[in-house]
């Protein structure tokens, strides 16, 4: 009688050596991101970062932590994987620079159904180039492959970022007033929201992702739709630093202006946004029109072409454009701050969004 053969991790769908050669794959992109307070390896059970060694004297620390969202679907069926992780890291980085936070180190977590280490060395590459972009070192993360729990290619990411402020820097600041000025920097396009929405409209177009963007014919649809969220890191903290003259920031994400400025605001200021002062992405004009979406509904779902809000004082709002413009940043006077009447809105828009 044959002796009967027992039942390995790897039968059951886990590949503990694709996992060691997928580590092998990515340490030089986690070692390219390193920066002063973070220097190890990968491969400990937690990542160490020295916050003396960062600069700072009496630092607060800030987290955040934020997916992509179902923006990977389309990743996934197209099979481009190398600028998702740079949306992983804006989403969370982006989060802390609107409290005046610098990031100071990333860490992700990559869930598969079926482990592919050059799939996965695209992603991480993502995640790493993000970092670099934001200045901040990955420390540390996750691979889980989980059979059973995500069918065929299906990937999900998820992403954990810190950062620190001196003591009493942190944003929104207590002098926000009625008479500030109200800054919108441009996005790079849909960013990592709304993208439910955008799958269900492309299907309805009938279009392929492989086929030309109408919004951009120079790329596919899957391209045009993947352009990777802008990070907005360094040219704010430079802003901030430069000018000592940021009041508030609010990172534009799901919920749009509506949503999103009022959350740095006090209950009795409100946002005046002339809506005609937006350059709308032609990406924006084609989902209104294709999925015949309201001009109300696509403020509430869409960043419409301005990812991040800069408040500032009326008499440093030029000086605070003209960095950001040093910095690489395109910048669109959008309103200013009013009054708001008790239970009255937070945002409130004139004109006409150019879709």
């Given amino acids: 009688m044959s002796e009967k053969k027992g039942l390995t991790y790897s039968d059951a769908g886990v590949d503990i050596d694709a996992g060691n050669a997928l580590v092998d794959r990515i340490k030089p992109l986690v070692r390219a991101t390193r920066r002063p307070g973070a220097d190890g390896e990968i491969g400990g059970f937690g990542g160490v970062f020295d916050l ?5 004297n009496d630092p ?3 987290a955040a932590n934020d997916g992509v969202g179902t923006k990977l679907k389309i990743a996934i069926e197209a099979g481009v994987h ?4 740079i949306d992983l890291v804006a989403m969370c980085v982006n989060d802390l620079v609107v409290q005046g936070a610098e990031p100071l180190f990333f860490l992700d977590y990559f869930a598969t159904g079926k482990l592919d280490p050059a799939q996965g060395a695209e992603i991480v590459g993502g995640i790493a180039a993000g970092c670099r972009s934001a200045g901040c070192a990955l420390i540390g993360g996750e691979t889980a492959e989980m059979p059973g729990m995500y069918a065929g290619g299906d990937y999900d990411l998820a992403g954990f970022a810190v950062g620190a402020a001196e ?9 926000l007033a009625a008479g500030d000025v109200i800054l919108g920097l441009a996005s790079s396009g849909a960013h990592s929201n709304g993208f439910s929405l955008i799958r269900r409209i492309v299907a309805a177009s009938g279009l392929a992702y492989d086929a030309p963007a109408p919004f951009a014919p ?11 969220t802008r990070i907005y890191v360094k040219p704010l903290l430079q802003a901030i630093r430069e000018t000592g003259a940021i009041k508030a920031l609010a990172h534009i994400t799901g919920g749009g202006f509506i949503e999103n400025i009022p959350r740095v605001l006090p209950e009795q200021l409100a946002a005046q946004i002339d809506l005609d002062a937006i350059p709308v992405p032609a990406v924006f004009g084609w989902l209104a029109d294709q999925g015949q ?10 960043n419409c072409g301005i990812g991040m809000v800069v408040v500032v004082g009326a008499a440093e709002a030029e000086a605070v454009s003209q960095t950001l413009e040093n910095e690489g940043e395109t910048v669109v006077r959008l309103g200013h701050i009013g009054s708001r009447a008790a239970g009255g809105a937070g945002v409130v828009t004139s004109g006409t969004l150019k879709l």
């Fill in 218 to 228: 120079e790329q596919s649809l899957a391209e045009a739709l993947l352009a990777p």
């Fill in 52 to 56: 003396k060694a960062a600069g700072f």
């Fill in 293 to 302: 979406v309201a001009a109300e509904e696509m403020l509430r779902t869409f």
């Fill in 82 to 85: 190398d600028t998702v992780g």
């Fill in 167 to 175: 003591r009493g820097r942190l944003l929104p600041s207590s002098e």
């Fill in 60 to 62: 607060v620390l800030v």
